[in-house]
Every structure is written in structure tokens, then in C-alpha cells.
């Protein structure tokens, strides 16, 4: 699938049809899902977890949060927990989480998979998960965008647990790609991302000024907005025109079948091929790359300067 340009993009025109069905064909490249720790996984304790942050100390990865009862376990109350460097960089106090507690061996008390839990992102997120549910089905085997043809309308959460919406980026042009943060082959995500870098440079020296960066995850269940934010803080990405953005699986899921894009989990193994799309200032895709060969000068050329 490399290379495809504006001439060779009909033949994709059945693509969504058949993209489920290749689960057993060699893909583009996987990406390896770190095993699990068997032993931790039988004595550590899971809770799902509700409340209101009421304090962050980024400095000490901690945040205060006023949770509500936690079934089976404890009732409502404040408390402290430990938790990554990239939660403590996006939560903020007086917002409404969802998290899983983690109970460790000794008893301590961990907070990972931190989701926003206000109402009107949650809704607004459902609503769009909802809309491009419809949208791909009514489309069929149409599914598949073709260059000439606009991006579908979504709304996902960026790497600060904000809600991001399709229609947020009209007026500026985007270069977006697919993404899973713990792949370890260095020649797929790494690589991705690395050239992601090398464009968002590229733009700013050729004094491209409206352009926007998005890295969709492929991995939602993992990758939530704290993994995402630290993902993009070890890397030192500059998020001023670069964003990373996670949501529901099923809207995930939609997105890559309008893009053409193929990730599966075969076991431990997140088997995927890899897409970078350019989009205008209108939301018209104007070109795309498929595989991890492309050459962030060829999208700066493609940009427009104004």
C-alpha cells in the first residue's frame, strides 16, 4: 500500500469491504503488546473509580481527589494517589475522572486508565462516536475516503483530556497519521512519529503558519490522554501545532476504516499498516502516504504558505 497518490487511489474505493477480513494476511509491520507480569496480574486488586480532582502535584506525580464509594472496598472520601507523569500533566483540579484504582501487593493504592467524566465531554464524545458510527455504515463499502473527499466529523479526546472536534481544525491545514505509543519496532510508530517531528520543523522553517499535527491512537484502551501527554513530553513535541488524540474504540475503530488503515490485535500483537494524510484548510484530503517510507519534505511541499 505505499505511495498511494491522487491517481492511484480508485482501486481503494473497495477497501473497507475487505479490510476485517485480512486478519491472517502478513500486514505492513506489528507492533508487540509488552506481556504481562502473570505474577502482579493474580495479586494486584482493580477497581473502577470515580470522583473530583481536587488538587495536582506535578512534581511529585500525585493528585487529591474526592472520590466517590469505591464498591467493595472503602466509601467516599479524600484521598492522595500516585499516579504517571503524563496524568499529572493532564488532569486539573475541579474536574470530574473516571480511573482504575490499582492495589498492589502491600496494600498501596495507585490511580491508572484516568478518562475525563464531565457530562457534556463525555456527550459530546458519544454523540460523535455515534454520528461517524452512522456515517460509516451508511457509506458501506464507499467507506473509504479518497483524496478529493472530506474527513469525516469526529470528536476524540486530545493528549490534556480536552475534546477535540473535526470541524475544531477548518481554516488550517492538517497532516494526520495513526499511531500506537508502545510499539517498539523502530521502523513503524517510532519512525512515524519521528518524521511527524521532522514536518512540523520542516513547516516552521518554510513559514507554513496554519498547519495542525494529529496523531490518532490505534490503541484506545491503552492509550488514555496521560499516556498520551507523556508520550509527547519524553519525545519533546512541541503540542503548540501538534495534538495526539484517543476515544471511544468504536469511533477508533470507524476512523480507520474511512482512512484505510488496518490494525488488529493477533494475541499479544497489534498488527496494523501505517497511513499520513494531508488534509486543506475546507477538510478536503489533498494527498496521502501509506506505509512508513514517506518524506516529511514531499508534505511540506505540498502545503500551503499562507
Given amino acids: 500500500m505505499e505511495g498511494i497518490n491522487p491517481t492511484g487511489a480508485r482501486f481503494m474505493r473497495v477497501l473497507p469491504a475487505v479490510l476485517m477480513a485480512m486478519a491472517g494476511v502478513a500486514l505492513a509491520g506489528g507492533c508487540a503488546k509488552p506481556a504481562e507480569d502473570g505474577a502482579a496480574a493474580t495479586v494486584e486488586k482493580r477497581y473502577p473509580l470515580t470522583g473530583e480532582v481536587v488538587s495536582v502535584d506535578a512534581a511529585h506525580r500525585s493528585v487529591t481527589v474526592s472520590h466517590d464509594a469505591v464498591t467493595g472496598l472503602m466509601p467516599a472520601m479524600v484521598m492522595d494517589f500516585p499516579v504517571s507523569a503524563g ?16 492495589i498492589d501487593p502491600s496494600g498501596a493504592g495507585r490511580l491508572e486508565s484516568i478518562w475525563p467524566d464531565d457530562r457534556i465531554s463525555a456527550e459530546a464524545v458519544a454523540a460523535g462516536a455515534l454520528q461517524l458510527r452512522q456515517d460509516t455504515h451508511e ?16 470528536a476524540l479526546y486530545n493528549q490534556d483530556g480536552k475534546v477535540v472536534r473535526s470541524g475544531n481544525f477548518r481554516g488550517r491545514q492538517v497532516m494526520l497519521n ?3 505509543t508502545r510499539c517498539p519496532l ?33 490503541d484506545p484502551a491503552y492509550d488514555t490522554p496521560g499516556v498520551l501527554r507523556e508520550y509527547a513530553n519524553v519525545r519533546g513535541i512541541d503540542t503548540g501545532n501538534f495534538m495526539f ?13 474511512q482512512f484505510g488503515v488496518i490494525a488488529e490485535f493477533d494475541g499479544g500483537i497489534l498488527k496494523h499498516t501505517l497511513a499520513t494524510l494531508l488534509i486543506d484548510p475546507r477538510g478536503r484530503i489533498i494527498w496521502r502516504s501509506d506505509g512508513s517510507s514517506w518524506d516529511p519534505r514531499e508534505f511540506v511541499a505540498r502545503m500551503n504558505r499562507s
Avoid at 470530574?96 to 490499582?102: D, F, S, W
Avoid at 457509506?139 to 469526529?154: K, L, S, T
Avoid at 517531528?197 to 494529529?214: K, P, S
Avoid at 476515544?247 to 480507520?256: S, T
Fill in 87 to 102: 496524568d499529572a500533566a493532564a488532569v486539573r483540579p475541579g474536574e470530574r475522572i473516571r480511573a482504575e484504582l490499582v
Fill in 139 to 154: 457509506r458501506g463499502n464507499q467507506a473509504f475516503r479518497e483524496i478529493g473527499e472530506n474527513v469525516p466529523d469526529f
Fill in 186 to 218: 523502530a521502523n513503524m510508530c517510532p519512525a512515524s512519529t519521528a518524521k511527524m517531528m521532522a514536518a512540523q520543523r520542516l513547516a516552521r522553517e518554510a513559514g507554513v503558519r496554519n498547519i495542525q499535527f494529529v496523531s490518532i491512537t490505534l
Fill in 245 to 257: 488524540l484517543t476515544g471511544p474504540e468504536g469511533a477508533i475503530r470507524d476512523l480507520l476504516t
Fill in 178 to 180: 495513526f499511531i500506537y
